[in-house]
């Protein structure tokens, strides 16, 4: 005996899986996110659930302090597309007191868990990165694409 307290174990820190239904992750993820702007949740808590460039990306826009005032957050809908089957593209309707916000994300497989690589609110400012479900050699149209084919068109330029 040398009189010192017995070692503690402390159990490892495990992840639970949240399902296979991307659509239940999407909700889920914005959720947390939205907790974490407002203070309630600690950042740490969604890092297994983001993509570095995501996290790197996030990292910035996390409060430096809590809110005085805490509001529930709540999933008031989700509309969800699947332009692959080891993606998800979805919009997510969130609720905190009488504010509702959407919040556009992208979840990939990643090593057999859904990942968000991409997550974007209307009022972070943030350019949302490409994703990588367009067609190869797709490129978005603009206001110059269509004075070009005015321009092309005999009928539309005579006028």
Known sequence: MTGLPPARTVAPVTVRPLGDDPVKVAALLVAAWSEVRCGQRSFQQLVP???????????????????AARQRVTVHKVIARRPRP???????????????????????RHLGRWRAVELTAPESGLTPLPTSSLPTGYRRRDAFDEVAEEAEDPIAGAG
């Open 86 to 108: 080891d993606a998800c593209e979805a919009v997510v309707l969130v609720r905190r007191g009488r504010r509702t916000t959407a919040i556009a994300v992208r979840l990939e």
């Open 49 to 67: 659930l983001l993509s570095p460039a995501a996290r790197r990306r996030l990292a910035p826009q996390v409060p430096p302090r809590a809110p």
